[in-house]
């Protein structure tokens, strides 16, 4: 099966200024204790990683329908943009549950994973929604070469390309026969597409136009 590239893969956002450098700073650090803990287990990565990676959308979409209620203006889509990019998460991290079984410690690793998380990009995104929305952007640059690499895990039959779960089939509108790999390229696409959400908005900030002006 071949699916659609709607967004490029191979794209990275210079960095130019603190703002960037904090945001890739702390990308760079998780990457390393990812790669540290999970080589090459990337369904096991792919678990833990899309739980946290479900809430930085939700905690931006929260903030921004607060703030658009005080000042009483207009998100023009932003809101459901982030929420929809919080479920979309969700998604990848249910679809990976059917592929790869998480043990009781990475189970675990999940529940602080995650609040320790929730925690910490809350306080960052108060303190400056553009260093946070810049941190998802690198976050999901990070994730787009994981995903491609796990393909290529893949096609060198490293991985076996096992049938693609029903719930990947359904939400993807994947044919009945897709398997694994078709799974992966979708989920990096999402990524991808996230990927320049994130930045663009960033981008917005950086420039002091308000994300419910911008659109």
């Known amino acids: 099966m071949n699916v659609e590239v709607r ?12 703002s960037d450098r904090i945001a890739y700073g702390i990308t760079r ?3 390393f204790f990812a790669d540290t803990l999970f080589a090459k287990r990337y ?10 990676a479900a809430v930085p959308g939700m905690v931006g979409g929260a903030l921004l329908h607060l703030r658009c209620l005080r000042w009483m203006r207009n998100d023009h889509g932003w809101i459901r943009t982030l929420l929809d990019e919080a479920d979309n998460e ?5 679809t990976f549950m059917e592929i790869a079984r998480p043990s009781l410690f990475e189970r675990m690793m999940v529940l602080i994973a995650q609040a320790l998380f929730f925690t910490f990009y809350l306080l960052l995104y108060l303190l400056s929604s553009r260093t946070a929305h810049r941190l998802v952007g690198y976050f999901e640059e990070e994730a787009v070469v994981s995903y491609t690499r796990y393909r290529e895990e893949i096609d060198a039959g490293r991985i076996e390309n096992v049938p693609a779960p029903a719930i990947a089939i359904e939400y993807w509108k994947l044919p009945a026969d897709a398997c694994l790999r078709d799974v992966v390229i979708a989920v990096r696409q999402d990524e991808a597409g996230h990927r320049d959400v994130n930045h663009a908005i960033a981008a917005q900030q950086a420039r002091r136009v308000p994300v419910t002006d911008a659109l």
């Open 7 to 18: 967004y490029p893969v191979e794209l990275h956002h210079p960095v130019r200024n603190l």
């Open 29 to 31: 650090a998780l990457r």
């Open 43 to 52: 369904g096991n990565r792919a678990i833990v990683l899309e739980t946290v």
């Open 90 to 94: 969700r998604m990848h991290l249910m």
